[in-house]
């Protein structure tokens, strides 16, 4: 194992997003194991706020000096917070990508679908498996 950080209060899906909720509010961002992989992020665009986003729809892209990766919700519902500081500073995907390094706010319409995303330890047996 790499060392990466997969906090335990998290859901990760296997497009490498983790999904924090606060009630009906879930902050998006991409999980450690990604931001290493990608590299240096130097780019990230974001959806306006007010879209709705459907569970599965892609809702912005990172891209990096190697890669180039569409982002992915697991959970429907309205952008009601973007992560505009990314335009200026999208390292912070890199240097935070679980603190200030998140992406979007969704106020979810349905939590239920965040149920079949896995926890801390089965993504990170999911990462290990794919080094």
């Not at 009906?24 to 992989?37: E, K």
């Not at 995907?93 to 706010?105: A, D, H, L, M, T």
Request: hydrophobic content about 40%; overall charge negative.
């Amino acid at each position: 194992m790499a060392g990466w950080n997969f906090p335990e209060d998290l859901k990760y899906a296997k497009t490498d997003e983790w999904f924090r909720v606060e009630g009906d509010i879930v902050t998006i961002g991409i999980s450690d194991y990604a931001q290493d992989q990608l590299s240096d992020v130097v780019f990230v665009e974001l959806p306006e706020v007010g879209r709705q986003l459907d569970a599965g729809e892609a809702f912005g892209v990172v891209e990096s000096v190697k890669s180039t990766s569409d982002l992915y919700t697991a959970v429907a519902g309205e952008v009601v917070e973007v992560n505009s500081a990314l335009e200026d500073k999208p390292e912070l995907v890199n240097e935070s990508p679980y603190g200030e390094g998140w992406f979007i706010k969704i106020k979810a319409s349905d939590l239920s679908a965040l149920e079949s995303l896995m926890d801390s330890t089965a993504y990170a047996e999911y990462c290990n498996g794919r080094e």
